[in-house]
Every structure is written in C-alpha cells, then in structure tokens.
C-alpha cells in the first residue's frame, strides 16, 4: 500500500483545512487507518484513528470536538477534517495504514505498517 497525503497549508487559528490520504492498491478496506502529526522538536503523536471498516473512531484528547476523521473506501482515501485549529495543531501531519491494530495500540506508530510522506499544517495566530 503506498498512502499520498495531501491537504495542508497556512491557515489562520480558528480556521479549518481538510486533510487527505489516498491509498493504492484493492486492499484499502482492509487497513485500519491514523493520523499522527509530528511539531519541531517534539515526538510525533496519534491525533485520529478509524476502523477499516469506519464503524468507530479514536481521538486524542486535544482533538476532540475539532477533528473529525473519515473514510471512503470506494475512493480508497481516508479524511481528516480540521475545524477550529489553534497555533499548537502546526505539525507535519502523516497517515499510516496498519494490517491488524487493537484499540490499545492505535498510538503505537509501530504497529502500522505503512506511511505516507506528510503534509504540512502551519496555524498563525
């Protein structure tokens, strides 16, 4: 599976971007999907998680209420949609796509096993 990021941009704080994941190959439907994001200097960390099948959903707390992620398996592409986006969302958003992944794991950047190239999100106050 290769995953194309794609979305970010300069916004201002209050404002909202939506970001996209499209995925090659026929097994999208499969792959249980996130979105980490990565700021200078700090570790990178999971913002959104959803179900290959997308009956259910994880945040991070600093999210919640703000982002939404999505998918179309018809389109192969997984969303996240970013309302309400303050100066500390600036990161470098990526995707991954994981095989298997217990709800426990959905922080773990190591059980996925793929990754797209990230795409920037800066927020000027």
């Known amino acids: 599976v290769q995953l194309q990021a794609s979305g970010g941009g300069l916004v201002q704080a209050g404002g909202s971007l939506r970001l996209s994941c499209a995925a090659s190959?026929?097994?999208?439907?499969?792959?249980?999907m996130g979105w980490f994001r990565q700021a200078p200097g700090r570790e990178r960390g999971l913002v959104a998680a959803?179900?290959?099948?997308?009956?259910?959903?994880y945040y991070a707390n600093s999210v919640k209420g703000r982002f939404t992620i999505s998918r179309d398996n018809a389109k192969n592409t997984v969303y996240l949609q970013m309302n309400s986006l303050k100066p500390e969302d600036t990161a470098v958003y990526y995707c991954?796509?994981?095989?298997?992944?217990?709800?426990?794991?959905?922080?773990?950047?190591?059980?996925?096993?793929?990754w797209g190239q990230g795409t920037l999100v800066t927020v000027s106050s």
């Open positions: 991954a796509a994981a095989r298997t992944l217990s709800p426990a794991y959905y922080s773990s950047g190591q059980y996925y096993n793929y």
């Open positions: 959803i179900r290959a099948s997308g009956d259910s959903t």
């Open positions: 190959g026929r097994t999208f439907s499969s792959y249980h």
